[in-house]
């Protein structure tokens, strides 16, 4: 199965946020809030433009089945599910977190932040993942 542009498109969307959000995570380690701020300002705005992409191509196309019926069919859901459920529960999580760090309410917002983080890293990535399962 070839992948759409659009897919395309979602799976390096997908990619830059991972990229974005590893990279606001090392400027926050070196006390860099600056370019933290900036980079996860980023981050979010990527992960933006992904979601309303990824809601207009599926609205488009429907659902995408696995085209395989091996042993990588039980590897794609199990990347899939855990996907697919942290992405739609994340959201407003990422929301308030961003909110907090506007409002420089930053204990809450690092407390948050620490679990967060490392799902929308996930999310990102398996994105990636999938894509590549569904169309390399």
């Given at each position: 199965m070839a992948p759409t542009g659009h897919a395309t498109l979602n799976a390096f969307l997908n990619a830059l946020s991972a990229g974005l959000l590893l990279a606001g995570r090392l400027r926050i380690a070196r006390y860099d809030t600056r370019g933290?701020?900036?980079?996860m300002i980023t981050a979010l705005t990527v992960s933006a433009v992904f979601l309303v992409s990824?809601?207009?191509y599926h609205a488009q196309v429907g659902s995408v089945p696995y085209p395989y019926h091996d042993w990588t069919r039980i590897l794609y859901f199990s990347i899939l599910i855990?996907?697919?459920i942290l992405a739609a529960v994340m959201v407003p999580f990422i929301l308030v977190g961003f909110r907090w760090a506007l409002k420089e309410t930053f204990d809450k917002h690092r407390r948050l932040m620490r679990w967060v983080w490392p799902v929308w890293m996930f999310v990102s990535v398996s994105g990636v993942v999938v894509y590549a399962m569904l169309y390399m």
């Open positions: 933290h701020k900036r980079i990824y809601l207009i855990p996907h697919v």
